[in-house]
């Protein structure tokens, strides 16, 4: 496909990502792929790989292209467009490492001109031609803004390609400048393929003998000694690791929410926000299957997942529930009954943003406010389910402190039941060296520290 077809159907998608509020960026990617059958593999990975820069990189991508457009008093594009041309030849291969030329030569199977295609699309859409050099321009916008003042929250917010709305809680948390900048950047380069063994008694360097034999380079994970790294992509559905139960899909930050519960093999454990259960499957691992695992949420369809992933492990230990749907007196019985409680609440995703970086622009304050009264509520819901000497594990994949370190301030201030319980003996007893203070009670996973997605925990025990 000649590359301006193919940044056309880029346009094309990041509109119809804009005008959804809910379907993730990366289904709508694939039924529109799908529903093209004239898409070869290559096309699909291009399309693919530069929407999600451009989704990335939006804010700062737009703004140097409209500058660049308005100083010279040319027609705007559609805002899709305005951010594809300024990621795709600006802040994707300088903040990045993306490389446009390369996907749009495999696409097209020769030499192509990110040049000559941007300016033939933008014609096609404005009837007017785009600046003579504008990829310099925009390259010299992009320095520019780079090297502003960055004290203020929305140019901050720029030379970080994050939005105001989580940039400006950062700051008044206290990070740096420097430190938000470099936690923007991270989110800007795609996730690794992380995957967790699953069965008990499988070790991990079986499974990485077996992927080598494939032909598969793959790597121990950092931290977590159940984790491996796919050094590409591949597959992984149809794969007979996968297909047998042996691997689950599991980023390394998640990992470590398991192994901080730090369960005994015998604990009754409640895991009330389960989701599709890849946490509950690893608490299973962890038990030997010998311990007794609640798992429940709020949604059937999740649960339903969990029910399908479960007949692949045969773990005897899962009892899926849906405990809201109990009436009051079951749900008494329940009371203090729990060795542990985790509580892996609904949050932002904020995260997540290297794998979902629609949530940047989807999401703002008021959305924000709700998502903390929800988990509030489920916190002071589930919390007298832990049983006297308990655990209670709070954790989201959120990087805002208003849905981590603020939340768990205000719960401890009205349940004095409650009190911080240190980290470090749990990483220590599975031997995972990631460094924590001996008193450390909570803890805030970050792509540019740590590499994995952004997740906090907070680990509390009941009087």
């Known amino acids: 496909m000649n590359p301006q077809s193919l940044l056309g159907h880029c346009a094309e998608v990041l509109t119809q990502i804009e005008r959804s509020r809910s379907t993730p960026a990366d289904a709508l990617v694939s039924h529109y792929t799908r529903s093209r059958k004239y898409l070869g593999a290559k096309e699909r990975r ?56 390369a996907l749009l030569d495999a696409a097209a199977n020769s030499p192509t001109s990110l040049t000559d295609a941007f300016a033939h699309l933008y014609h096609a859409r404005t009837q007017a031609a785009l600046p003579d050099n504008w990829p310099e321009h925009l390259l010299r916008l992009l320095a520019d803004l780079d090297a502003a003042d960055e004290r203020s929250t929305s ?40 995957l967790r063994i699953a069965p008990p008694m499988v070790g991990r360097q079986a499974v990485l003998e077996s992927l080598e034999r494939e032909g598969i380079a793959a790597h121990p994970t950092l931290y977590s000694p159940d984790g491996v790294v796919l050094e590409r992509r591949v597959q992984l559905l149809e794969h007979p690791l996968y297909r047998n139960g042996i691997l689950e899909v599991q980023d390394e930050g998640s990992q470590l929410i398991s192994f901080a519960l730090n369960p005994e093999p015998e604990w009754r454990i409640l895991d009330a926000c389960a989701g599709a259960g890849g946490k509950t499957l690893h608490i299973a691992r962890l038990q030997n299957d010998r ?123 009205h349940h004095p039941d409650f009190v911080p319980d240190r980290l470090a003996p749990s990483f220590a007893r599975w031997g995972i060296g990631l460094v924590v203070e001996s008193t450390q009670w909570q803890l805030q996973l970050l792509p540019n520290v740590h590499g994995t997605d952004g997740f906090f925990i907070a680990r509390l025990r009941r009087r």
């Open 291 to 413: 311990g007794s695992i609640v798992a429940s949420d709020v949604d059937p369809a999740r649960l339903q997942n969990l029910r399908r992933r479960l007949r692949r492990h045969r773990f005897r230990s899962i009892q899926v529930e849906m405990l809201p749907r109990l009436s009051p007196a079951e749900q008494r019985t329940l009371i203090a009954r729990f060795d542990a409680v985790l509580l892996d609440v609904p949050c932002s995703g904020t995260g997540t943003l290297r794998r979902a970086p629609e949530i940047k622009w989807r999401l703002g304050p008021r959305q924000l406010e709700r998502i903390i009264a929800k988990q509030e509520r489920i916190l002071h819901t589930y919390a007298p389910y832990v049983r006297p000497g308990g655990v209670l594990l709070y954790a989201t994949c959120s990087i805002l402190p208003g849905e981590n370190e603020c939340i768990i301030e205000r719960f401890l201030d």
């Open 155 to 194: 140019n901050l917010a720029l030379a970080s390609c994050l939005p105001p709305w989580i940039v400006e809680p950062l700051q008044q948390q206290g990070r740096t400048t420097a430190a938000i900048k470099e936690l923007g950047r991270a989110l800007l380069r795609p996730a690794p393929v992380t």
């Open 46 to 101: 291009a399309l693919s790989e530069i929407v999600f820069t451009t989704l990335r990189t939006k804010n700062t991508a737009e703004h140097i292209t409209v500058s660049l457009l308005e100083q010279s008093h040319v027609p705007l594009p559609a805002p899709a467009l305005a951010a594809l041309i300024g990621a795709t030849a600006a802040v994707g291969p300088q903040w990045a490492d993306f490389d446009p030329n």
